[in-house]
């Protein structure tokens, strides 16, 4: 079994800072690319910010220059660093990977519980 668990969300004021990380647990193989999604009340889910294994990135617009995404892969973690947060920034972040497991040529997505970001004005 496979569990992506997210940690590092909280209340912080506009302007402040948090980091999230993402920690892929279990019997794993490789893990190709991984992503932050975000679902705010009443919202769609999007997806914030992605890397692939290689190092590629892509951000949504939005968070372009106050996000900053990484991954470690010896420990198959990944990592959302958030500054200057603004109140629309507020949602429930969730962890995304693509893992491929022992004894499996497919690769599946998983997803994490997620984690409240809460940004005050």
């Known amino acids: 079994q496979v569990q992506l668990a997210e940690s590092g969300g909280g209340l912080v004021q506009a302007g402040g800072s948090l980091r999230l990380s993402c920690a892929a647990s279990?019997?794993?193989?490789?893990?190709?690319?991984m992503g932050w999604y975000r679902q705010a009340p009443g919202k769609q889910r999007e997806l914030v910010a992605t890397?692939?294994?290689?190092?590629?990135?892509n951000y949504v617009d939005s968070v372009k220059g106050r996000f900053t995404i990484s991954r470690d892969n010896a420990k198959n973690s990944g990592y959302l660093e958030m500054n200057n947060l603004k109140p629309e920034d507020t949602a429930v972040y969730y962890c995304?990977?693509?893992?491929?497991?022992?004894?499996?040529?497919?690769?599946?997505?998983?997803w994490g519980q997620g984690t409240q970001v809460t940004v005050s004005p």
């Open positions: 995304n990977a693509n893992i491929l497991r022992p004894h499996s040529s497919t690769w599946r997505q998983y």
């Open positions: 279990g019997s794993i193989i490789s893990i190709n690319a």
């Open positions: 890397i692939t294994s290689g190092g590629i990135i």
